[in-house]
């Protein structure tokens, strides 16, 4: 095995693999010595090129309770997610999820979700003292929709979604920020769960029915089940009654829970498109969902009526440029139809960064690409390693999963409406 990590914390596209962290784990050697695990391989051989083992911080295990929840957490945010999650690993999201970059640093307390809130009410990627209302959490716990990580374990790790909502408990409240009491909720869903077995059949299921309801409802309920043998058999049930319900939260997270031959195949979230369409929408109501913040907002990369931004094209007009239908694909499939404009550029540089947005200049000295966030990325034409152009939009999947079916049918109403083409 060669391994080549000179340039580590720059990585290019970081390879999802081990870490030299996670082989600084302390073993006990054939000769009794305690040495790292990396420094046993070395010595048998099986590391070549890698020149002297620098002693790194060894990752606190999840389950090590010499370690704080912070350095637990943090450890498996590193392990599990920092390869993607760190700057210039490409991707569209900002967060840096690696253990060494300070807890501010990490554009991910009190940030707004970018690319999606999932319904939660009062979202943020990861609200102190607010763990229901953490995308980051929401997402760990999903096994379908928005679940993470991206790639490789497709199902949620129940130990890592306690400690993880334990940290997110712990982390000191800023004083702006409203605080939602998540211990008083708790207590309601607890009281719920207890009276079960007093109600009838019916009853029972409109009670579990309204407790997963809402995203954060779900969320609490599945945090509350999982860890409890006598509980967990809820899950199956909740998911059985929500399969087909419009609660997306529910599905998303209690998905999992389905016998084999009752999981959906058709992916959750899925709308009914024909009654979409159909339905008769509010432009006014629509025109608040278009630029409502938090979550996947469609003002982050849009314009119209002269609010929003233009990272994407600007949307006046586009109600006498497409059809219901037409603009129905676009939101659904944005990777669908781009035009050269809008494709995704990746740029890897000689120092191994990979910078990800949209083309905004090339000259014979620099490229400028543009990302949702505030900053533009000139790289010199003399930096450039390589240049990939992919066949895929910036404009985040499944937006309209957010939505419930009246304020997607009030957006489409709204974009309908857009006849003018802007001034701007
Ligand atoms: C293989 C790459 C990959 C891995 C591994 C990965 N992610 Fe992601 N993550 C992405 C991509 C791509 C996006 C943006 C697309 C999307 O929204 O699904 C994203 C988006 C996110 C977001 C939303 C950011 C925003 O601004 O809305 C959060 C939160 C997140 N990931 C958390 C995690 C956590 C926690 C882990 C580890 C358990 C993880 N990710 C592992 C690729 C990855
Ligand atoms: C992260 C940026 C981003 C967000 C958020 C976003 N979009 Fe887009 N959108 C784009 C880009 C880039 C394109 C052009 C490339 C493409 O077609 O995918 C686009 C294309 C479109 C188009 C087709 C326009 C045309 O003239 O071809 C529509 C309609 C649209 N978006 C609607 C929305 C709506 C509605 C929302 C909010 C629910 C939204 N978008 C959120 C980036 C975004």
């Not at 995203?215 to 059985?240: C, F, K, T, W, Y």
Request: hydrophobic share 40%.
């Amino acid at each position: 095995m060669e391994l080549s990590t000179a340039g580590l914390g720059i990585q290019s596209a970081s390879p999802l693999g081990t870490s030299p962290e996670q082989l600084a784990v302390i073993s006990k050697a054939a000769d009794g010595m305690q040495q790292s695990q990396l420094e046993t391989l070395q010595q048998d051989g099986w590391l070549a090129g890698v020149g002297e083992v620098r002693a790194t911080a060894q990752l606190a295990a999840l389950h090590a309770e010499e370690f704080s929840t912070e350095q637990r957490v943090r450890s498996w945010l590193h392990v599990n997610c920092s390869h993607c999650h760190q700057p210039h690993a490409g991707g569209s999201a900002l967060i840096d999820l690696r253990r060494e970059t300070k807890t501010d640093a990490m554009q991910l307390v009190g940030q707004v979700p970018l690319r999606g809130a999932f319904g939660i009410s009062g979202a943020g990627l990861v609200v102190p003292g607010d763990p229901e209302g953490s995308v980051l959490l929401y997402r760990i716990a999903s096994c379908a929709g928005g679940r993470m990580p991206r790639l490789g374990a497709t199902l949620p790790d129940p130990a890592a979604l306690s400690e993880v909502r334990r940290w997110i408990a712990e982390l000191p409240r800023t004083g702006a920020t409203e605080t939602v009491n998540s211990d008083e909720e708790l207590d309601r869903v607890r009281k719920a769960i207890a009276r079960l077995e007093t109600l009838s059949a019916v009853e029972r299921a409109e009670l579990l029915q309204g407790l997963v309801a809402t995203a954060r409802g779900a969320l609490m309920v599945l945090l509350e089940i999982q860890d409890s043998e006598e509980l967990l058999p809820l899950g199956r049930e909740i998911a059985l009654l929500t399969v087909d319900s419009q609660s997306l939260a529910a599905r998303d997270l209690f998905a999992r829970f389905l016998p084999p031959d009752r999981a959906r195949s058709d992916g959750a979230g899925s709308m009914d498109r024909q009654s979409l369409l159909a339905a008769v929408g509010d432009v006014d109501r629509g025109r608040a969902v278009f630029r409502r913040e938090g979550g996947a907002s469609c003002i982050n990369c849009h314009r119209a009526e002269g609010v929003g931004v233009v990272l994407g094209p600007a949307l006046d007009g586009i109600g006498r440029k497409m059809t219901r239908a037409e603009i129905l694909n676009q939101i659904e499939e944005p990777s669908g139809t781009i035009k050269p404009t809008y494709l995704l550029w990746s740029v890897e540089t000689t120092r191994g960064l990979v910078h990800t947005g949209l083309l905004k200049e090339r000259t014979t000295e620099k490229l400028v690409l543009a990302n949702t966030g505030p900053r533009q990325q000139e790289i010199p034409v003399a930096e450039i390693e390589s240049v990939n152009v992919q066949q895929k939009s910036l404009m985040p999947e499944q937006l309209l999963r957010e939505l419930s079916s009246q304020d997607a049918a009030d957006l489409l109403e709204y974009l309908e409406s857009l006849v003018e083409t802007g001034s701007e």
